[in-house]
């Protein structure tokens, strides 16, 4: 089944301990993004990648990382996480973004909450 | 600001009426996508329109770009239950050659039986 995974769905966590959201898709996708939700805000990108060792900062990419050694990998890294990155984090790749009507696919989300 | 403004941001209704969805720019878009989001799950894609003017149906929802390709809206006829989501539209911003998607903040819609 052509999907794309996120783990973990739910992580509360403190302030300043590292953490990680891994994301994979296995439907060979070149374009990879992260994304938060939050209430009144919509959804808005924090980094994407046309491809493999290719990333860039999307719209809030203050506080975090990403890296693409592998097709299919995308993972999102909280080097120091705080408060205000408590949302909900959502992964979404499609087949190439040169071509603007190819559809997101998404995950189904990662709730985080940081105390 | 939101590049992409969509409105009503909650609408609540009875089975069987009708409703429609706004997404506006004042930015001219090479396409907007409309997406439902369900609870728990991430945006399924329902439609992408890409030239101006153009209409799309899919069942009981019609799509529509505007002719400046500034705006869109959804159109949503005999709305049932399962109609119930969150729907939000998106597009490429301008001069982003499709690297980027910027979504509006979105319409939650409730069908009530």
């Known amino acids: 089944e052509a999907q794309v995974t996120q783990n973990p769905r739910y992580l509360i966590t403190v302030t300043g301990k590292k953490l990680t959201v891994t994301c994979s898709q296995n439907?060979?996708?070149?374009?990879m993004s992260w994304y938060r939700q939050d209430p009144g805000l919509g959804l808005r990108q924090i980094y994407y990648?046309?491809?493999?060792?290719?990333?860039d900062k999307g719209d809030v990419p203050e506080g975090y990382k990403v890296s693409r050694k592998e097709k299919r990998n995308f993972p999102l890294i909280l080097e120091s996480p705080s408060p205000n990155q408590t949302s909900l984090y959502f992964c979404a790749s499609s087949f190439s973004r040169k071509d603007s009507n190819q559809p997101q696919h998404f995950g189904d989300g990662t709730r985080l909450s940081i105390l | 600001t939101q590049l992409l403004e969509q409105s009503p941001q909650f609408l609540s209704i009875q089975e069987g009426e009708n409703l429609t969805v706004y997404c506006n720019s004042s930015s001219v878009f090479s396409s907007l996508q409309w997406y439902r989001q369900e609870p728990g799950e991430g945006p399924v894609l329902l439609v992408t329109v890409v030239t101006g003017g153009e209409v799309k149906k899919l069942k009981r929802l019609t799509f529509q770009f505007g002719d400046a390709r500034k705006d869109s809206s959804l159109h949503i006829t005999a709305a049932q239950p399962g109609d119930t989501g969150l729907y939000l539209c998106?597009?490429?911003?301008?001069?982003?050659?499709?690297?980027?998607?910027?979504f509006g903040e979105g319409t939650q819609l409730t069908v009530n039986p």
């Open positions: 998106a597009g490429d911003p301008p001069g982003t050659s499709g690297s980027r998607l910027t």
């Open positions: 990648s046309m491809n493999v060792e290719v990333t």
């Open positions: 439907m060979n996708h070149e374009y």
